[in-house]
């Protein structure tokens, strides 16, 4: 299996098809760096493409789920598509932002089902993820936010697509307007998420129910197809 910088894929049962995807950067609580989104989809073609793959749970390694794209990926990307020709800066920064938002929606290109399990901090581009995802569950310690109005950006690799659908236009225009934080209760009352557990073992022990749950079902539409 090919080894990632900021990812790693784990089969906890050699006889389960249910395989977890782990964002792996505890250290800096997950947040998203430039390797990250060259990474993301081609471990995610991977999954779809491997046979022994029913289903995917998407998580945070260590005590939070995603602090959102890490702001030295921001600054390289700034200071990239600096060099005082304002088209071509335009353009390579409208490059630079496509190939983000192309690595997030690799989960929805992604044929097999993708669960995202959240646990502590899901924060800007973490729900840009989420969003994405087929089925979200967290634990009671999570937290949300649409952070980028807070640091003069806008929330485009996913969540202002994404978000209104899944909670509703209104709730996701104030979320995003205010990038308050929220909980993961108020969450569930959103919709945002299916089902709040009392800790990380819990929402992990449940999501594994699921998931093996949900591999029958992916092997008969794969067998169908």
């Known amino acids: 299996m090919e080894k990632y910088q900021t990812l790693e894929i784990d089969q906890k049962n050699p006889n389960s098809p249910v395989f977890y995807l782990y964002l792996n950067r505890p250290k800096h609580r997950n947040a998203l760096s430039r390797d990250f989104f060259t990474e993301f989809?081609?471990?995610?073609?991977?999954?779809?493409?491997?046979?022994?793959?029913?289903?995917?749970?998407?998580?945070?390694?260590?005590?939070?789920?995603?602090?959102?794209?890490?702001?030295?990926?921001?600054?390289?990307?700034?200071?990239s598509s600096v060099s005082g020709d304002r088209g071509r800066d335009g353009e390579r920064l409208r490059r630079a932002i496509k190939l983000m938002q192309d690595?997030?929606?690799?989960?929805?290109?992604?044929?097999?089902?993708?669960?995202?399990?959240?646990?502590?901090?899901?924060?800007?581009?973490?729900?840009?993820?989420?969003?994405?995802?087929?089925?979200?569950?967290?634990?009671?310690?999570?937290?949300?936010?649409?952070?980028?109005?807070?640091?003069?950006i806008t929330?485009?690799?996913?969540?202002?697509?994404?978000?209104?659908?899944?909670?509703?236009?209104?709730?996701?225009?104030?979320?995003a307007l205010t990038g308050r934080r929220f909980s993961g209760q108020?969450?569930?009352?959103?919709?945002?998420?299916?089902?709040?557990f009392g800790s990380k073992q819990e929402l992990e022990g449940s999501v594994r129910l699921v998931a093996?749950?949900?591999?029958?079902?992916?092997?008969?539409l794969n067998y169908q197809c």
């Open 186 to 196: 108020e969450a569930k009352e959103l919709g945002l998420v299916s089902g709040v």
């Open 41 to 79: 989809p081609k471990a995610l073609s991977s999954l779809d493409q491997n046979p022994n793959v029913n289903v995917i749970v998407l998580t945070g390694a260590g005590d939070h789920f995603c602090a959102g794209i890490d702001l030295n990926n921001l600054s390289s990307i700034a200071g």
């Open 103 to 152: 690595a997030i929606t690799a989960i929805e290109r992604c044929r097999k089902p993708v669960i995202a399990a959240i646990q502590g901090a899901c924060i800007g581009g973490g729900i840009d993820i989420v969003t994405a995802c087929d089925i979200r569950y967290c634990s009671k310690d999570a937290f949300f936010s649409v952070k980028e109005v807070d640091l003069a």
């Open 212 to 220: 093996e749950g949900k591999s029958v079902i992916s092997t008969l």
């Open 155 to 175: 929330a485009d690799l996913g969540t202002l697509q994404r978000l209104p659908s899944i909670v509703g236009y209104g709730h996701a225009l104030e979320l």
